[in-house]
């Protein structure tokens, strides 16, 4: 407390202070009740926030663990294989029969395959079982027309008569019980009573939990069939008034309580609704959505076989005359081979990712999403190497057509019949690997100035092999692809880990961009199999500058 | 290693209770400050029942703050900054703190020699209820709390000017009123 401007302090002040500072003054004895309660309400704010939290933060990893099975199951089963259809393979039907197939297996309410023997059993005459038969039999025009009939009933619920919501609750009592073995009479009624039925758990849950409270050995079953099967007995319709007495109570007692409970909760949700209106604002405020955009220098790291060949073909004419064909060969791979390694650089590689973050604390964020890339490699080279395999069978010679030193050096199998090294002029190969991501890291994020902030972050990421291409700008060399679906010597998931850090400014109080390098490198080679490689191969990875785009969702923060 | 810790006071007892969230450790805060507390929300409302609004919301903010407490200040001066802004937040959402110009006659500014001995905790209170609110806000900071002008100023969201003319103005209604009571004690004195 400063008196820095104490000086024009008199009298007056000193004594009002000298009396007033220290005074006390009793406060009423509720007071500690009502913090009390306020303290309470506070506390389970609170609880249900974190509820809430954790409950939004499970959701996130599911839908992310659900992304990457779909992706990973996907990816595993190598696509939908063309003309595998399950229409395909299956035998054709006929066409009435595949009819009746499809009314027996169409889902019908819970209720419903009750209901049609509610039906048959409740229908008096034969023409009425015909009748429940046929509605049977017509299911789904049948099941439509009930739910279209069950609406109207819901409009007539209230103008039923309490007689009439007995009668059917004695109806289904009667049917439950037949079906626990005794065998009841159909009780006669009309076809909208029966749609009554098959609705009746729908509508009249309440008079339903009437009857399963009234004890069954209240209830006589010899007097409930005779008055079912006369429909005026007297001494089951004394039976009836007593249980139609129970049945009423039951019912009033259980429409009591649900309005007491419906009152009681529109009360509740009229006294918390202002504040979950806020918590859910500040919810909200947890989230955000971000695009980043990554060009990059990557790295292959393909290795290739310094193997020497076994044999040549001598059949080729491109050898010069003084050299023997395995001798040239040889030596035209091993400057292959070296060209390859010497003018291997990258190309321009970028990856493209959305992200939904998560503010896990303050400056804590979980961020996960998906994304692509494509990374690409480019050598230069002067050599077109054909391979040839003798069929065993034919003597045919077979070849799969002229490539460069690339594939045939990353195969699994380097051994050949022959093979044919030719040089050429230069020309330029360029690799292309594009990948799915799907991303999911942390970050973390600090204060530079007003607008200014830093961060810094790391995470995983699965990336799912799309597509390879090895590209040659000469028409000497086939174009090589492979799609999701092919076989490939490419590696088809991938996981990656990458950290990164840079700068962000606030452009506006939801809005942010950010710049940064970032470091991805790859947990396993390009090649799917590299044991069983030639030469020993290198994990690649990315270097590349981060540029992102953040929004975050809530309320303006200058509303708060 | 115990040797050499320092013993926790009763004061950083109640503290730390209070943190954990004990509602035991919170009552006695409460019991220990409510006095105190229930006087100072009483020089800023204007009716009791808005004084005992006031003290409940600020205790709630203290009890919901209290990790905040820094130790830098005594407990009793941090709790009651609390009271006094959670005042000056709720008169300012009523549109207490606006200006009155149907202040008081002004009586004589100069008086200085005054005793306010004579006078019960009611009267004395009651004379700063009286006030136009932003005149009683600036009274009871200025006066009582001992903030300065330009603090006040700041609190108020008004210059050091405005708050030191406000200050005047609500000086001198105060003298008036003292001079008045004093004029009738004597009248009274005479008249018996």
Request: net charge neutral.
């Amino acid at each position: 407390m400063s008196s820095a401007a104490n000086n024009m302090r008199g009298k007056l002040e000193e004594e009002f202070q000298r009396h007033m500072y220290d005074a006390e003054a009793s406060p009423p004895a509720d007071l500690w009740a009502r913090i009390d309660h306020d303290l309470t309400v506070q506390e389970n704010a609170l609880y249900k926030k974190r509820v809430v939290f954790y409950r939004q933060l499970a959701a996130a990893c599911l839908a992310l663990l659900l992304l990457a099975g779909g992706f990973a199951a996907f990816y595993l089963s190598g696509g939908p294989a063309p003309g595998h259809t399950i229409a395909a393979v299956q035998p054709e039907k006929p066409a009435s029969d595949a009819v009746v197939e499809r009314q027996e297996t169409v889902p019908a309410e819970p209720a419903a395959p009750r209901n049609e023997t509610s039906a048959l059993a409740l229908a008096a005459t034969p023409e009425e079982r015909k009748q429940a038969t046929v509605q049977r039999a017509g299911s789904t025009e049948g099941l439509g027309e009930a739910k279209r009939n069950a609406a109207a009933l819901v409009q007539e619920r209230k103008a039923t008569s309490t007689a009439g919501l007995v009668r059917m609750a004695l109806a289904q009592e009667i049917e439950a019980r037949s079906e626990e073995g005794g065998s009841v009479e159909p009780l006669a009624r009309g076809p909208k009573v029966e749609i009554g039925v098959a609705m009746s758990n729908l509508l009249y849950g309440s008079a339903r939990q009437a009857i399963a409270a009234v004890p069954k050995d209240d209830f006589n079953k010899d007097k409930a069939s005779s008055f079912a099967a006369s429909g005026a007995n007297p001494a089951g319709e004394k039976g009836f008034l007593e249980l139609n007495k129970q049945v009423m109570d039951r019912v009033k007692a259980v429409e009591k309580d649900q309005e007491e409970m419906l009152l009681a909760f529109s009360k509740e949700a009229e006294t918390t609704g202002k504040k979950d209106g806020q918590e859910n604002s500040s919810e909200s405020d947890r989230w955000s959505l971000g695009m980043a955009y990554m060009p990059s220098f990557f790295d292959q790291n393909v290795g290739i076989s310094g193997q020497r060949m076994g044999i040549a073909s001598s059949r080729m004419g491109l050898m010069p005359s003084d050299f023997s064909a395995v001798t040239a060969s040889e030596s035209r791979m091993d400057e292959a081979r070296k060209e390859f390694s010497e003018n291997t650089e990258p190309g321009f590689s970028f990856s493209f990712e959305v992200k939904t973050g998560f503010k896990l604390a303050n400056k804590l964020k979980l961020l996960a999403g998906l994304g692509f890339s494509q990374n690409s490699a480019r050598s230069r080279s002067s050599y077109v190497i054909e391979q040839f395999w003798d069929q065993p069978e034919s003597g045919e010679r077979v070849s799969p057509g002229p490539t460069t030193i690339f594939l045939p050096s990353i195969s699994t199998n380097f051994a050949t019949d022959s093979i044919n090294v030719a040089k050429t002029d230069a020309f330029t190969v360029n690799y292309r690997y594009r990948h799915l991501i799907v991303p999911v890291g942390l970050q973390y994020e600090g204060k530079l100035g007003k607008e200014w902030f830093w961060y810094t972050g790391g995470g995983v990421a699965a990336n799912i092999l799309m597509g390879t291409t090895i590209m040659a700008s000469t028409a000497d060399v086939k174009d090589v692809n492979y799609d999701v679906g092919d076989e490939s010597p490419f590696r088809k998931l991938q996981w990656s880990g990458n950290v990164s850090a840079g700068v962000g400014k606030r452009l506006s109080n939801n809005m942010s961009v950010t710049v940064g390098p970032e470091f991805r490198g790859y947990f396993d080679t390009l090649l799917a199999n590299p044991e069983q490689a030639q030469a020993p191969q290198g994990r690649p990875y990315t270097v590349g500058l981060n540029m992102g785009v953040n929004y975050d969702l809530g309320k303006d923060k200058n509303s708060k | 290693m115990k040797l050499f810790t320092k013993p926790k006071s009763d004061e950083e007892k109640l503290i730390e209770g209070c943190i954990a969230g004990k509602r035991e450790m919170q009552r006695l805060l409460y019991d220990l400050y409510a006095k105190k507390m229930m006087m100072v929300c009483l020089r800023y409302a204007p009716t009791t029942f808005e004084a005992e609004d006031i003290m409940q919301d600020a205790f709630v903010k203290v009890f919901a703050n209290i990790a905040n407490f820094k130790r830098d200040c005594p407990l009793e001066f941090w709790i009651r900054r609390i009271m006094v802004n959670t005042a000056l937040k709720h008169l300012r959402g009523k549109q207490l703190l606006t200006v009155s110009h149907e202040a008081e006659e002004v009586g004589n500014l100069s008086a200085e020699d005054y005793s306010l001995s004579g006078y019960s905790m009611d009267e004395l209170l009651g004379m700063i209820q009286s006030l136009a609110p932003r005149y009683r806000m600036v009274f009871n900071l200025y006066a009582i709390e001992g903030y300065n002008h330009k603090e006040i100023g700041e609190m108020l969201g008004i210059s050091e000017g405005t708050s030191k003319s406000q200050y005047s103005r609500a000086r001198a209604i105060l003298q008036s009123m003292l001079t008045r009571q004093e004029n009738n004690y004597q009248e009274h004195v005479i008249s018996s």
